[in-house]
């Protein structure tokens, strides 16, 4: 089976918080800026992550699932089909009706998933207003807490981010 991952895309997706009517007992009260947002339960989170609406990035994927099929091709012959194949056309009718031009940015629109880890969440300085660790992997203001694994990297590598996290923990075991 093929395993593509766009480690760094183009693309950037929305996160938008929405909010909802709550109910009390007695009456309904919308949350407004009059009445501010008290609770996760008076908002929905919606998250668009906007797989296949840049060029670059279904050009990506269409030179890796080429070099994909041309593997399958060269290795196993007639032995499998390579996507979008018999049961994506059972799972969306009419979307994969053939492997025409087009065919990745509809399955990526469809089918993709996200391969990412929490990476650039924790900045890493010296400055407590713009950072949340220190080079010793000390968290702010926070005593004997260290943050110790992707969060600290400005982007996600494109490399195995579990090896990296390791070495992570390796330097700051030695800090």
Same mark, same amino acid.
């Given at each position: 089976?093929?395993?593509?991952?766009?480690?760094?895309?183009?693309?950037?997706?929305?996160?938008?918080?929405?909010?909802?009517?709550?109910?009390?007992?007695?009456?309904?009260?919308?949350?407004?800026?009059?009445?501010?947002?008290?609770?996760?339960?008076?908002?929905?989170?919606?998250?668009?992550?906007?797989?296949?609406?840049?060029?670059?990035?279904?050009?990506?994927?269409? @030179?890796?699932?080429? $070099?994909? %099929? +041309?593997?399958?091709?060269?290795?196993?012959?007639?032995?499998?089909? &390579? *996507?979008?194949? #018999?049961?994506?056309?059972?799972?969306?009718?009419?979307?994969?009706?053939?492997?025409?031009?087009?065919?990745?940015?509809?399955?990526?629109?469809?089918?993709?998933?996200?391969?990412?880890?929490?990476?650039?969440?924790?900045?890493?300085?010296?400055?407590?207003?713009?950072?949340?660790?220190?080079?010793?992997?000390?968290?702010?203001?926070? @005593?004997?807490?260290? $943050?110790? %694994? +992707?969060?600290?990297?400005?982007?996600?590598?494109?490399?195995?981010? &579990? *090896?990296?996290? #390791?070495?992570?923990?390796?330097?700051?075991?030695?800090?």
């Amino acid at each position: 089976s093929y395993n593509l991952c766009l480690m760094n895309p183009s693309a950037s997706g929305t996160v938008r918080i929405v909010p909802t009517k709550t109910k009390t007992t007695t009456t309904t009260t919308t949350t407004t800026s009059e009445n501010p947002i008290r609770r996760l339960k008076d908002v929905v989170v919606k998250i668009d992550p906007a797989y296949a609406n840049h060029e670059d990035d279904i050009k990506a994927f269409e @030179g890796a699932f080429a $070099v994909c %099929d +041309a593997m399958k091709k060269e290795l196993f012959g007639a032995c499998f089909e &390579a *996507l979008p194949g #018999a049961l994506y056309k059972h799972i969306l009718p009419g979307v994969f009706s053939s492997v025409a031009s087009g065919w990745v940015k509809r399955y990526t629109a469809h089918m993709g998933l996200p391969y990412f880890h929490w990476c650039g969440t924790c900045r890493m300085g010296d400055a407590k207003d713009d950072s949340v660790v220190t080079e010793a992997f000390r968290v702010h203001g926070v @005593g004997n807490l260290r $943050v110790v %694994d +992707a969060s600290i990297l400005p982007t996600c590598v494109s490399a195995p981010t &579990a *090896l990296t996290s #390791a070495a992570i923990g390796y330097e700051a075991s030695n800090s």
